[in-house]
């Protein structure tokens, strides 16, 4: 059972529009959201994240809205560049009673932008 | 660089053979995870370490995985007797974790294991 899912496989923008990536979640435990940037034969790139007692947090040209009620979130890049061209990864976590907030992934999102 | 590193990047080997991978983590963080990505999945836990101690494994951790960060700063990953099922990318993370707190975790580049 897939608790966190991302279910466009791929986007493609023109170089300067809106991207919008998007993520759903079944955990309603999930308290922290983190979306992370991965280029191939890389490890993931920290993104942006936001906790579950706020709806928006912008840094730059990345903002995440989260709708606990809807349980999803959503990565909005404006303006879109060709270096953002990369698989882009949905996780969420909580605490998992042993210590530990284990990330739990969606399959992310290829996100190609068209200069 | 004060980012995560993992060696090697890159592993070939034979089914039934041991490889064995390192991560050092950022200095100061004292939470260390493991996690293993295979081709269109995205990563999935393995391991966790609070300092030296470590506190929770994924039951995708059979028991020929055994993972270590005996002076809780560098930690290894260990496969014994491979098998073309374990060919992946195995990351690293580490984070700065505060009791009760949310953390963010940075992973390293990976090492990716190919298992003939």
């Known amino acids: 059972d897939q608790q966190v899912k991302q279910n466009s496989p791929s986007l493609s923008v023109q170089e300067g529009r809106i991207s919008i990536l998007n993520c759903d979640y079944t955990?309603?435990?999930?308290?922290?959201f983190l979306w992370y940037k991965k280029y191939p034969a890389e490890g993931p790139t920290f993104l942006i994240s936001?906790?579950?007692?706020?709806d928006k947090n912008e840094d730059g040209r990345f903002t995440v809205f989260l709708n606990k009620s809807a349980k999803h979130l959503s990565l909005h890049i404006v303006p879109s560049q060709p270096g953002d061209s990369a698989v882009y990864f949905c996780?969420?976590?909580?605490?998992?009673?042993?210590?530990?907030?284990?990330?739990?992934f969606g399959k992310g999102t290829k996100l190609s932008v068209i200069p | 660089d004060t980012g995560v590193s993992q060696n090697p990047r890159h592993k070939i080997t034979k089914r039934g053979q041991n490889v064995t991978f390192r991560c050092d983590p950022i200095?100061?963080?004292?939470?260390l995870y493991w996690y293993r990505q295979t081709l269109g999945q995205g990563p999935e836990f393995l391991t966790y370490?609070?300092?030296?101690?470590?506190?929770?494994k994924s039951r995708l951790l059979s028991d020929r995985f055994s993972a270590e960060r005996p002076k809780g700063s560098f930690s290894t990953l260990e496969i014994q007797r491979t098998e073309q099922g374990d060919s992946a990318m195995y990351l690293c993370?580490?984070?700065?974790?505060?009791?009760?707190?949310?953390?963010?975790?940075?992973f390293g580049p990976g090492t990716r294991l190919l298992v003939l």
């Open positions: 370490f609070q300092n030296e101690a470590q506190l929770e």
């Open positions: 936001i906790s579950s007692i706020k």
């Open positions: 955990n309603s435990m999930f308290d922290y």
């Open positions: 996780a969420a976590t909580s605490y998992s009673g042993a210590g530990s907030y284990q990330l739990t």
């Open positions: 200095s100061e963080h004292n939470r």
């Open positions: 993370a580490s984070s700065l974790g505060e009791w009760g707190g949310q953390e963010t975790q940075y």
